[in-house]
């Protein structure tokens, strides 16, 4: 049971360049999300899915694109790297987003934009 | 919308000391509240929650208690060990759109535990 997979763990990007954090569960979890961590900043939500084919906003939305075509995957797709971009990114994942609801989280990806 | 303050941001204990994260909320509605340890590297895993009909958990060395009408809860660890050493965020639910649910978390606290 591998749990949140997430990939790369670490990447380097140009800034203007696009690149694509994958996410994938194999726990049947209808609810996803993706988060960024920034010293001193905790966890922001960035977009977010409750099922197959429904995704929205989070907090920090700009610049960051998200599909959720099947319930496993979710991935998280910048279209132009900004500085500003550089940040530890966690996929998480969960039964539902209502009640008790423990966050299972992906080891993190570190992405660096020059 | 929501917001939550949590405090310190950094704490450091002796082993053997008792350690208390506190953290406020906004909305009187949020009815869940968890705890996450981060270890250094490592993904944040729950450690435990609370909801809005107790007033407070426990679990072996960990305690949550929640005073609604505050608006606050607090993290305690008796008896802290070096393994404790880790960052903690509490989280509170927050709206986004038309979806309920999704949490909103502190900036964390650095806890550091001297042997």
């Known amino acids: 049971n591998a749990g949140v997979t997430q990939t790369p763990k670490f990447q380097v990007l140009k800034t203007g360049q696009s690149m694509t954090l994958q996410c994938a569960q194999d726990m049947n979890h209808e609810y996803m999300s993706w988060y960024r961590q920034d010293p001193g900043m905790g966890l922001r939500l960035i977009h977010y899915s409750v099922g197959a084919g429904i995704t929205d906003q989070g907090e920090v939305p700009n610049g960051y694109n998200v599909s959720r075509s099947t319930t496993e995957d979710f991935p998280l797709r910048l279209l132009s790297a900004a500085p500003s971009q550089t940040s530890v990114y966690f996929c998480?994942?969960?039964?539902?987003?209502?009640?008790?609801?423990?966050?299972?989280f992906g080891e993190g990806s570190r992405l660096t934009v020059l | 919308g929501e917001n939550v303050e949590q405090h310190p941001s950094t704490l450091s204990v002796q082993e053997g000391d008792s350690a208390v994260i506190k953290c406020t909320y906004s909305?009187?509605?949020?009815?869940?509240f968890p705890w996450y340890k981060q270890e250094l590297g490592k993904r944040p895993q729950l450690i435990i929650d609370?909801?809005?009909?107790?007033g407070e958990k426990k679990d072996q060395r960990i305690a949550v208690t929640l005073n609604k009408t505050a608006k606050h809860f607090s993290l305690h660890i008796t008896e802290t060990q070096p393994e404790d050493s880790a960052v903690y965020f509490c989280?509170?639910?927050?709206?986004?759109?038309?979806?309920?649910?999704?949490?909103?978390f502190g900036k964390g606290t650095k806890l550091s535990v001297k042997p």
């Open positions: 609370i909801r809005s009909n107790v």
């Open positions: 998480a994942s969960s039964y539902g987003n209502r009640g008790r609801r423990e966050l299972f």
């Open positions: 909305d009187s509605a949020s009815n869940y």
């Open positions: 989280a509170a639910p927050v709206n986004y759109g038309g979806s309920q649910g999704n949490l909103i």
